[in-house]
């Protein structure tokens, strides 16, 4: 046993589990599903029943029901004095595992590699000679690299020199690095809700207090909450993607960029900038001036080549004042030693083609957001589907709380998705799932039909909507 989570904790995580009969299958399935999104981590000892019973405010029956459900399909193990806990996923259960065939996964919402990319690693396998000469891995990247990352940021008139460039293994290393070196156990950090999930794990797991910030496809972020949240809280940090956040595809508007930075210059607090997606334009009517502060060591730039280019492409970079970039390379061999040279390589030759790149990026998510937009109003009118400017992905409002069934329903059926619950910092968002739009159109539409047979389903077995239903009849 690794951790034990709390009947509060649980429940609260659960959010609206009860969404069909029996009960206690719907119960099973909300803590199947929380494993299945690593919420809740392998080896982790369950409330006892007694405790979760009271916590949900049901029979002590339906959660041994459900305990018991749970053991028969390997989730969760118990013994006699210990309690329940809970067990590792099985191969073909483990996130980013290839599906079987037939099956589409859109759990990861990255396009596939740009076509010119084989051609890039053969260039630059054609000289390996000189790279395998030198150690292979470098703690804080590339010379050349460095500079062609900080000439990128100057053209968009944020003047940038090499010395203010790290060279992480991607934006998750660099995000974890820069949560090494400026939270203390118990820090405040504001964060969007919802939010990229594995940024909000990186800034808990070394010891940030999250405090949650709407945005909305619809509204943005809510600055009223964003104020309180800086003056109640006086957080350390702020994490913040201003353009195509994932999962809303929302991008800040000017008045909410100069809000959030006269926040953090006013409380000290530093905005780490998660810019992965920001060069996924579609068609965005206008181009929001960079979000820049007069205190340099402010606002913190986190930047990678895994959604513009390819997944596959381990590099990323933190632009940052000086003095933080010092920091951030003394610590960083505790964890890891650098990034691999032959990924820079090919990284030094990839940054001069990115008008291209992202030209291409451009095209293809266009084809697969309006395939998938179009397939969404005629086989579910119900829903609320947003026409996002760019990103990986839409934030689809259902018209009812059944993300989590949802999910498990199209799972059963060969989808593969994240529920809305999977990006809330604090609970919720039962009523959302995020659906990239990053496989080709036809695997799009195909998975469209699948979540209207799937939601067709769930609908009917919700026993709330039964009631509902029951009642307007009435």
């Not at 997944?311 to 960083?332: E, F, N, Q």
């Amino acid at each position: 046993m690794d951790s034990r989570v709390s009947a509060r904790s649980l429940a609260s995580s659960l959010g609206g589990w009860r969404t069909r009969e029996p009960a206690y299958e719907a119960l099973a399935d909300g803590i199947r599903l929380l494993c299945l999104d690593n919420r809740l981590a392998p080896r982790t000892a369950l409330p006892a029943e007694r405790e979760l019973a009271s916590a949900l405010t049901i029979s002590r029956t339906t959660v041994a029901a459900a305990y018991r459900s749970l053991r028969d399909s390997a989730h969760i193990e118990s013994v006699r004095g210990s309690g329940s806990v809970t067990l590792p996923l099985r191969r073909e259960e483990l996130a980013g595992s290839a599906p079987g065939e037939g099956t589409i996964d859109l759990q990861q919402a990255s396009p596939p590699a740009w076509p010119g990319l084989a051609g890039v690693f053969a260039e630059i396998a054609g000289s390996a000679g000189a790279l395998v000469s030198r150690v292979g891995y470098d703690v804080i990247g590339r010379r050349d690299l460095r500079e062609a990352i900080a000439e990128g940021y100057t053209r968009r008139g944020i003047p940038t020199t090499g010395g203010e460039v790290l060279v992480t293994t991607g934006a998750q290393s660099a995000i974890h690095l820069l949560a090494v070196v400026l939270l203390g156990r118990g820090d405040r950090v504001l964060i969007e809700t919802p939010t990229y999930p594995h940024a909000a794990d990186a800034l808990r797991r070394e010891g940030g207090r999250l405090v949650g910030v709407p945005v909305s496809v619809d509204d943005g972020w809510d600055l009223d909450r964003a104020e309180q949240a800086f003056t109640r809280t006086l957080p350390v940090a702020a994490y913040l993607m201003p353009d195509f956040q994932n999962p809303t595809g929302r991008s800040m508007t000017s008045t909410e960029r100069l809000s959030f930075v006269a926040g953090a210059e006013r409380f000290g607090t530093v905005l780490i900038l998660d810019e992965t997606t920001a060069d996924l334009d579609i068609d965005r009517p206008d181009d929001p001036p960079a979000l820049v502060s007069a205190d340099p060591s402010i606002v913190v730039r986190v930047g990678s080549l895994g959604k513009t280019v390819w997944g596959g492409l381990r590099i990323g970079w933190i632009r940052s004042d000086a003095d933080l970039i010092r920091r951030l390379t003394a610590v960083r061999s505790a964890h890891e030693l650098g990034t691999p040279e032959f990924e820079q390589a090919v990284a030094t030759l990839l940054l001069p083609r990115m008008p291209q790149i992202a030209a291409q990026r451009s095209s293809i998510l266009r084809r697969g957001r309006d395939a998938l937009i179009t397939a969404l109003e005629e086989r579910i009118p119900e829903w609320h589907v947003p026409h996002p400017y760019g990103g990986v992905s839409l934030w689809v409002g259902l018209d009812a709380p059944l993300s989590s069934a949802l999910v498990m329903e199209c799972r059963s059926r060969g989808l593969f998705l994240s529920g809305g619950p999977r990006f809330s910092v604090d609970g919720g968002h039962d009523r959302r799932l995020r659906i990239p739009f990053t496989a080709s159109a036809e695997q799009l539409v195909r998975a469209t039909d699948i979540l209207a047979e799937s939601w067709a389903h769930v609908r009917s077995g919700a026993p709330a909507l039964r009631v509902e239903h029951t009642e307007s009849v009435v």
